[in-house]
T-cell receptor
């Protein structure tokens, strides 16, 4: 068990809808990362937060947004969902977001857009 | 631009034989390199990292990786493969200049009994 908790584990929704994915980092970790994993694109970096502030941004669509709250949990909001958004979404955390730190990954949220 | 390439989608190795999973990278600054493993229905788990120092780094489960600056490679190796090593392996690079961690597409390793 990595100590990173993601909810829900599975999510099935329809095109055009909006969903929220939740992540609780490992106790004491200040930095949270979001990744999207799909068969054709592999593991794509979306965004990183450190202690509530956005730190790095990857290939995150404008329809997607994220935030990290004062208690350090994070949420990834996906809106106007399309079929192509179906993927496994991972959250990871690290102690301070330092360059040499390893990431601890949650088990992911499997999103299916029908 | 920062990138990571894993040229093999799948690698098959007989149990007991040595294994190599290849990774090459491109960054604008000094690289921080990582290997992660993903078992079915699980998140990624850290195996090892190269930051600086010895080019050969040792990690979990008997894995090691060799950093080669001239070839911009960071291949994962193990002297004797186990069936339980069968999983999806990801190479990742972190570029100090833009603070992103980029993963390769992954290599599926099959260890044949």
């Amino acid at each position: 068990d990595s100590g990173v908790t993601q909810t829900p584990k599975h999510l099935i929704t329809a095109t055009g809808q909006r969903v929220t994915l939740r992540c609780s980092p490992r106790s004491g970790d200040l930095s949270v990362y979001w990744y999207q994993q799909s068969l054709d694109q592999g593991l794509q970096f979306l965004i990183q937060y450190y202690n509530g502030e956005e730190r790095a941004k990857g290939n995150i669509l404008e329809r997607f947004s994220a935030q990290q709250f004062p208690d350090l949990h994070s949420e990834l909001n996906l809106s106007s969902l399309e079929l192509g958004d179906s993927a496994l979404y991972f959250c990871a955390s690290s102690e301070t977001g330092g360059f040499s730190e390893k990431l601890f990954f949650g088990s992911g949220t499997q999103l299916s857009v029908l | 631009a920062q990138s990571v390439a894993q040229p093999e989608d799948q690698v098959n190795v007989a149990e007991g034989n040595p294994l190599t999973v290849k990774c090459t990278y491109s960054v604008s600054g000094n690289p921080y390199l990582f290997w992660y493993v993903q078992y079915p229905n699980r998140g990624l788990q850290f195996l090892l990292k190269y930051i600086t120092g010895d080019n050969l780094v040792k990690g979990s489960y008997g894995f090691e990786a060799e950093f080669n600056k001239s070839q911009t490679s960071f291949h994962l190796k193990k002297p004797s493969a186990l069936v339980s090593d069968s999983a999806l392996y990801f190479c990742a690079v972190r570029d100090m200049r833009n603070d992103k961690i980029i993963f390769g597409k992954g290599t599926r390793l099959h260890i044949l009994p």
